[in-house]
Protein backbone atom coordinates (compact mmCIF):
# COMPACT_ATOMS: atom_id res chain seq x y z
CA UNK A 1 0.00 0.00 0.00
CA UNK A 2 1.30 3.35 -0.87
CA UNK A 3 -0.15 4.82 2.53
CA UNK A 4 2.99 3.45 4.20
CA UNK A 5 5.35 4.42 2.42
CA UNK A 6 8.29 7.03 4.46
CA UNK A 7 7.83 10.43 3.10
CA UNK A 8 10.05 13.75 4.57
CA UNK A 9 7.89 15.26 7.42
CA UNK A 10 10.56 18.21 7.68
CA UNK A 11 8.70 19.27 11.17
CA UNK A 12 8.81 15.95 12.53
CA UNK A 13 12.94 15.66 11.84
CA UNK A 14 13.14 18.98 13.52
CA UNK A 15 10.93 17.25 16.79
CA UNK A 16 13.31 14.42 16.57
CA UNK A 17 16.72 16.50 16.73
CA UNK A 18 15.27 18.56 19.34
CA UNK A 19 14.33 15.17 21.90
CA UNK A 20 17.86 14.15 20.75
CA UNK A 21 19.46 17.44 22.43
CA UNK A 22 17.34 16.90 25.36
CA UNK A 23 18.65 13.25 25.79
CA UNK A 24 21.96 14.34 25.73
CA UNK A 25 23.19 14.80 22.21
CA UNK A 26 25.53 17.54 21.69
CA UNK A 27 24.62 20.69 20.11
CA UNK A 28 26.43 21.95 17.39
CA UNK A 29 29.09 24.55 18.15
CA UNK A 30 27.70 27.80 15.89
CA UNK A 31 24.40 27.05 17.46
CA UNK A 32 25.21 30.08 20.28
CA UNK A 33 25.89 32.99 18.31
CA UNK A 34 22.87 31.91 16.08
CA UNK A 35 20.16 31.84 19.47
CA UNK A 36 21.84 35.01 20.74
CA UNK A 37 21.52 37.11 17.14
CA UNK A 38 17.93 35.18 16.73
CA UNK A 39 16.81 36.60 19.76
CA UNK A 40 18.35 39.97 19.79
CA UNK A 41 15.94 40.62 16.53
CA UNK A 42 13.45 39.31 17.77
CA UNK A 43 13.57 40.90 20.62
CA UNK A 44 13.90 44.57 19.22
CA UNK A 45 11.02 44.42 17.00
CA UNK A 46 8.06 45.27 19.87
CA UNK A 47 11.27 47.53 21.00
CA UNK A 48 10.87 48.82 17.48
CA UNK A 49 7.29 49.50 17.12
CA UNK A 50 7.10 51.40 20.13
CA UNK A 51 10.00 53.98 20.09
CA UNK A 52 8.99 54.26 16.23
CA UNK A 53 5.59 53.70 15.47
CA UNK A 54 5.55 54.59 11.77
CA UNK A 55 7.34 51.43 11.17
CA UNK A 56 4.96 49.06 12.54
CA UNK A 57 3.58 48.05 9.24
CA UNK A 58 7.10 46.96 8.28
CA UNK A 59 8.19 45.03 11.08
CA UNK A 60 7.06 41.47 10.88
CA UNK A 61 5.63 39.80 14.54
CA UNK A 62 7.76 38.58 16.50
CA UNK A 63 5.96 35.60 16.44
CA UNK A 64 6.17 35.37 12.67
CA UNK A 65 10.13 35.61 13.16
CA UNK A 66 9.93 33.02 15.62
CA UNK A 67 7.73 30.58 13.07
CA UNK A 68 10.17 30.98 10.01
CA UNK A 69 12.91 29.56 12.46
CA UNK A 70 10.84 26.64 13.02
CA UNK A 71 9.75 26.31 9.61
CA UNK A 72 12.55 25.16 6.27
CA UNK A 73 12.72 27.57 4.14
CA UNK A 74 11.31 25.52 1.57
CA UNK A 75 8.01 26.63 3.47
CA UNK A 76 9.09 30.10 4.49
CA UNK A 77 10.62 31.41 1.12
CA UNK A 78 7.59 30.75 -0.77
CA UNK A 79 4.96 32.79 2.17
CA UNK A 80 7.59 35.12 2.18
CA UNK A 81 7.25 36.38 -1.84
CA UNK A 82 3.84 35.36 -1.90
CA UNK A 83 3.39 38.17 0.88
CA UNK A 84 5.81 40.49 -1.53
CA UNK A 85 3.38 39.78 -4.00
CA UNK A 86 0.25 40.81 -2.09
CA UNK A 87 1.48 43.88 -1.04
CA UNK A 88 3.04 45.08 -4.54
CA UNK A 89 -0.48 43.99 -6.07
CA UNK A 90 -2.26 45.94 -3.58
CA UNK A 91 0.11 49.00 -3.56
CA UNK A 92 -0.51 49.47 -8.09
CA UNK A 93 -4.31 47.91 -8.45
CA UNK A 94 -6.17 48.31 -5.19
CA UNK A 95 -9.69 47.56 -6.59
CA UNK A 96 -8.96 44.02 -8.25
CA UNK A 97 -6.56 43.57 -4.89
CA UNK A 98 -10.06 44.64 -2.86
CA UNK A 99 -12.40 42.92 -5.24
CA UNK A 100 -10.32 38.98 -5.73
CA UNK A 101 -7.38 38.53 -2.89
CA UNK A 102 -9.42 36.18 -1.13
CA UNK A 103 -10.21 34.07 -4.00
CA UNK A 104 -6.58 34.06 -5.54
CA UNK A 105 -5.07 33.68 -2.48
CA UNK A 106 -7.82 30.43 -1.50
CA UNK A 107 -7.07 28.95 -5.19
CA UNK A 108 -3.08 29.03 -4.11
CA UNK A 109 -3.99 26.90 -1.04
CA UNK A 110 -5.94 24.57 -2.47
CA UNK A 111 -3.67 24.34 -5.49
CA UNK A 112 -1.01 23.87 -2.93
CA UNK A 113 -3.33 21.02 -1.39
CA UNK A 114 -4.11 19.10 -4.32
CA UNK A 115 -0.53 19.11 -5.41
CA UNK A 116 1.12 17.94 -2.59
CA UNK A 117 -1.32 14.79 -2.83
CA UNK A 118 -0.06 14.11 -5.67
CA UNK A 119 3.45 14.63 -5.11
CA UNK A 120 3.01 12.59 -1.89
CA UNK A 121 1.15 9.46 -4.41
CA UNK A 122 3.75 9.78 -6.96
CA UNK A 123 6.58 9.68 -4.39
CA UNK A 124 5.22 6.88 -2.47
CA UNK A 125 4.73 5.11 -5.70
CA UNK A 126 8.27 5.97 -6.95
CA UNK A 127 7.75 7.73 -9.80
CA UNK A 128 10.76 9.08 -11.19
CA UNK A 129 11.19 12.73 -10.75
CA UNK A 130 11.14 14.99 -13.70
CA UNK A 131 13.54 17.21 -12.03
CA UNK A 132 16.31 17.54 -9.45
CA UNK A 133 15.64 20.85 -8.65
CA UNK A 134 15.84 21.69 -4.76
CA UNK A 135 16.10 17.88 -4.29
CA UNK A 136 18.74 17.34 -1.20
CA UNK A 137 19.37 14.13 0.18
CA UNK A 138 16.78 14.12 3.11
CA UNK A 139 14.01 15.89 0.74
CA UNK A 140 14.58 13.02 -2.44
CA UNK A 141 17.24 10.21 -1.21
CA UNK A 142 17.98 8.31 -4.20
CA UNK A 143 15.34 9.60 -6.31
CA UNK A 144 18.05 11.90 -7.99
CA UNK A 145 21.20 11.37 -9.45
CA UNK A 146 22.98 14.60 -8.73
Same mark, same amino acid.
Given at each position: ?28 ? /? ?9 ? =?? +? !??? %? *? ?42 ? /? ?9 ? =?? +? !??? %? *? ?36
Amino acid at each position: FFFFSPLPLPLSSFSLKIKQIINGAELPS /HLLPFCLGGGA =VA +A !SLP %V *LETWRPALKPMLPSAVAFGIGMYLSAYWTIPRFLGSVAERLWAR /HAPQSHDRLMI =VV +A !SGL %V *LGEGLMSIVSAVFTSQNVPVWTCGGCTPDICPGRCSS
